[in-house]
């Protein structure tokens, strides 16, 4: 879960990028003070990793209590005399950290360059954070839609994928219960049709002819760098009309959040690529298939917070390539150009602040001119920063052929977790359905979903429904779930992370009466 928690902690906006080869443990006596200002050393240690954040981003509050010790400590900075235990999490997870040399044992800096750096962000910070207002009002009522609830619900609801199942199938969801995992398939009337029971939280599902392969990342889907992660290959049985004899494929996965699939090396076999989010440390990897259930790893990027991937040729060579997400710290779209032979070229092709909490993306043709643009999504607010900010929400990237992409739209939607660009309407342009798992419950909670009706040329019209917020929805899935030729939308609840100082009575309500998912049934068609 960040996704699902899916829910960062945003740990590389305070990452100095200390390699393991770099530490030499000076003696804070040995540091000559710097003449350099508080931003000029912002500059060199804050940005090393990732893009620079100002500090009117953020309240000097949140700056001085939250955010600034944290990135002390990547820095050797301590409040005490050594290192705090706590900064390791449990001993399995101490020796990851230690291993990577994520928090060095002696400063890297002086104290007085230190305290300038401090100064600096204090004081050119805002005194207070001003929430986000929604310029128009979202309207209630979804005119193609009909909301439908399934007659069967694991409460409280901790659901961590949701997929609309072909051909009339029905749906399946997966719950991430701690002892407690299980996938639920509900028949095309949303009744339970069996339960499959797991061992860990299931967080992908892909279906190729009659097997699944199925993605678990543990039984802990809080932050952390274990490697517990796995892909399960699942057959369906059609005489007991069940998926039956799950068979490990590939395992040690350290807490992966997505998947992608597809033949990376043309030997007709499909490759995985797993995107390893990890907390502090984690990976981007490509599996090969080598047949007969076997794969070798491949690492593509050795930082965390790989978040979602694309596999498609884009540039019609017979090769396919990757698109990929990063988040936690040096966020950005990467593209992964395929040079045969396993060999893949990085090329960035955006980026994005610390603070974003980027959190999805597809790849998808919005002005017609036979080119990919993006659809990006940030949002996360599970971090050391969990305020309303003005830049969450939905953007949409053109791509001018050469992949040079500029930011076309934006809509903005706190905590904004999901966006799926569909023609739901059916009038040939592509509308977009998003969802959000830290919205502004106080002032705006319909905003948990949205649909923009695409009114063309890149103007849209926000609309929501009356039921909006009956659950906290974290996944989401759009297909034709009655094979009428219309597209429907899943939607999944999960109530881990509950609303902070609730006011409004719905977390209460939610651990309750929230259904596992429910149903938004196009009636286009």
């Not at 309207?139 to 009339?168: D, Q």
Request: net charge negative; proline share 5%; glycine share 8%.
């Amino acid at each position: 879960m960040k996704k699902l928690v899916l829910l960062s902690i945003l740990a590389c906006l305070l990452f100095s990028c200390v390699g393991k080869n770099e530490l030499k443990k000076p003696s804070p006596k040995d540091i000559p003070i710097s003449n350099l200002s508080g931003r000029e050393l912002a500059q060199i240690h804050c940005a090393r990793c990732h893009a620079f954040v100002p500090p009117s981003y953020l309240s000097k509050a949140i700056w001085k209590t939250d955010v600034l010790p944290s990135m002390g400590n990547r820095l050797g900075i301590y409040n005490g005399s050594g290192q705090p235990d706590s900064i390791f999490g449990p001993p399995q997870n101490r020796v990851i950290i230690q291993k990577a040399n994520i928090f060095p044992e002696e400063p890297l800096l002086a104290k007085a360059d230190w305290m300038k750096l401090v100064a600096y962000y204090v004081e050119n910070a805002l005194d207070t954070i001003t929430p986000p207002i929604h310029e128009k009002k979202i309207k209630i009522g979804l005119k193609h839609f009909k909301y439908k609830e399934a007659s069967y619900n694991n409460r409280p609801p901790l659901t961590t994928l949701v997929k609309i199942l072909p051909n009339k199938r029905g749906i399946v969801f997966g719950d991430g219960k701690d002892r407690k995992n299980v996938l639920t398939y509900l028949t095309s009337d949303l009744k339970l049709d069996y339960n499959l029971m797991l061992r860990e939280s299931p967080i992908n599902y892909h279906e190729k002819s009659d097997t699944l392969f199925l993605t678990t990342i543990g039984r802990n889907l809080f932050p952390n760098n274990l490697s517990h992660g796995k892909v399960h290959k699942i057959v369906y049985d059609k005489k007991k009309n069940k998926n039956i004899n799950p068979k490990l494929l590939i395992s040690n996965l350290q807490r992966p959040v997505a998947m992608g699939y597809g033949d990376l090396d043309n030997d007709g076999l499909e490759d995985v690529v797993a995107c390893e989010f990890g907390d502090l440390t984690g990976k981007l990897v490509w599996y090969k298939n080598d047949g007969s259930n076997n794969y070798t790893s491949n690492i593509l990027n050795t930082k965390p917070g790989a978040i979602s991937a694309i596999i498609k040729d884009y540039n019609n060579d017979g090769l396919n390539d990757i698109f990929v997400l990063m988040s936690q710290g040096d966020e950005g779209i990467f593209y992964y150009e395929n040079q045969g032979n396993g060999i893949f070229n990085e090329k960035r092709l955006l980026s994005f602040l610390p603070l974003y909490g980027s959190q999805y993306m597809e790849l998808v043709d919005f002005n017609n001119d036979g080119f990919d643009d993006i659809i990006y999504v940030s949002g996360d607010n599970a971090d050391k920063t969990p305020v309303l900010k003005d830049y969450h929400g939905v953007y949409i990237f053109l791509n001018d052929g050469e992949l040079n992409f500029q930011q076309a739209y934006f809509y903005q939607q706190n905590g904004a977790y999901k966006a799926m660009p569909r023609d739901f309407d059916l009038d040939g342009d592509l509308d977009i359905a998003a969802i959000s798992y830290f919205p502004d419950y106080r002032s705006y909670p319909e905003e948990s979903f949205v649909y923009l009706e695409n009114k063309g040329d890149l103007t849209f019209e926000a609309f929501s429904f009356p039921e909006s917020t009956k659950g906290r929805w974290i996944v989401m899935d759009a297909e034709d779930m009655d094979d009428d030729g219309d597209i429907d939308i899943a939607l999944g609840s999960n109530v881990n992370f509950l609303a902070k100082d609730d006011t409004t009575g719905l977390s209460k309500k939610w651990l309750k009466e929230s259904p596992s998912i429910i149903i938004l049934e196009n009636t286009t068609k």
